[in-house]
Every structure is written in C-alpha cells, then in structure tokens.
C-alpha cells in the first residue's frame, strides 16, 4: 500500500467516530448511561488516533496526485491547512475524551469534562467535515463549482484562470 491508498482507506474514520461520539455522549448524559458514556469516549479517542496516520500520509500522498491533470495547488493547499486546525482540534478532543474517562468517578469534574468534550466532538465533526470536503474538491470534478446547466463552462473558466495564473508565473 502506498501512502495515498492508506490515506483514503482511514480518512473518514476521524470524521464518523468523532460524530458517532457525540451522538453518544449526549443521550448517555442525559440518560446517565455510563455504558454510553465510556463508548462515546473510546469512539472519540479512536478518532484523535486514526488521525495521526491519516495527516502523516497526507504529504506522500500529495506527492502522488498534485501532477494530475485537473489537480490544482491550491486546492492541495486549502485542504493542507484545513488539515492541520482539525489535526489540533482532533487531539484536544480525544485527550479530553481520554480524561473524561480517568474522571468518571467523580462525578462534579466528570460533568465539565464531559460538557467540553461534546462541544469538542461537534468541533471536531465541523472541521473534518470541512477537511473532507476540500480534499474531495481536489480530485472530484463533480463537487467543484459547475452550472446548473451541465454545460462545463464553468470548469473551461477555471481552468483559463488557473492556465493565466501560472502562465504569469513565468514571466517573472
């Protein structure tokens, strides 16, 4: 396997485990059901851990397709950055979920650390959704900005702009 086939095999494991565990969370706290609770929690470790090899294969992985035809940089760019914020927020989430089981004994500190870990989980749902979504837009023609028509004018405008931008490169 190379890094772009183990990148998009694990790439949307953060993104379902981390909504899947505040879908938890939530009727757990409300029912007090430690069972799911501790599930929730687990869900959204397991999220900030399939993230780490998700990001480290994002580098070989752009290696492989940023000379694609249609692949542009700065889609390659926006999905890069929109990947570091949900790297950040991803592992704050999961290291809160981790505390969140070390407190569940007590019950005062369990509650806030539970509370943020929900806002985290929808957080990080939010950003990699977002990461997921610019990712898509770098080898998916079908998601990128085209008339309601079908025509194609508009991908044939975009990639005279792109031809402008880097055919102005060249002259410096």
Wanted: glycine share 8%.
């Amino acid at each position: 396997m190379n890094a772009a086939q183990i990148h998009l095999a694990l790439n949307h494991a953060p993104l379902f485990f981390s909504i899947i565990g505040a879908g938890l969370l939530v009727p757990g706290m409300v029912k007090k059901n430690e069972l799911l609770k501790t599930l929730s929690l687990y869900l959204l470790v397991a999220a900030a851990l399939f993230t780490a090899p998700v990001f480290l294969t994002g580098e070989g992985t752009e290696e492989l397709v940023e000379k694609a035809a249609g692949v542009t940089e700065n889609a390659i760019e926006s999905h890069e950055e929109m990947a570091k914020i949900s790297l950040v927020i991803i592992i704050i989430t999961g290291v809160m979920a981790l505390a969140g089981l070390f407190t569940r004994k007590k019950e005062s500190l369990s509650r806030i650390v539970l509370m943020a870990v929900v806002l985290l989980s929808l957080a990080s749902f939010g950003t990699m959704a977002q990461t997921a979504h610019l990712g898509g837009l770098i080898r998916h023609s079908e998601l990128q900005n085209a008339p309601a028509t079908g025509s194609g004018e508009q991908n044939n405008n975009d990639k005279d702009d792109d031809e402008k931008k880097n055919n102005k490169g060249d002259d410096d």
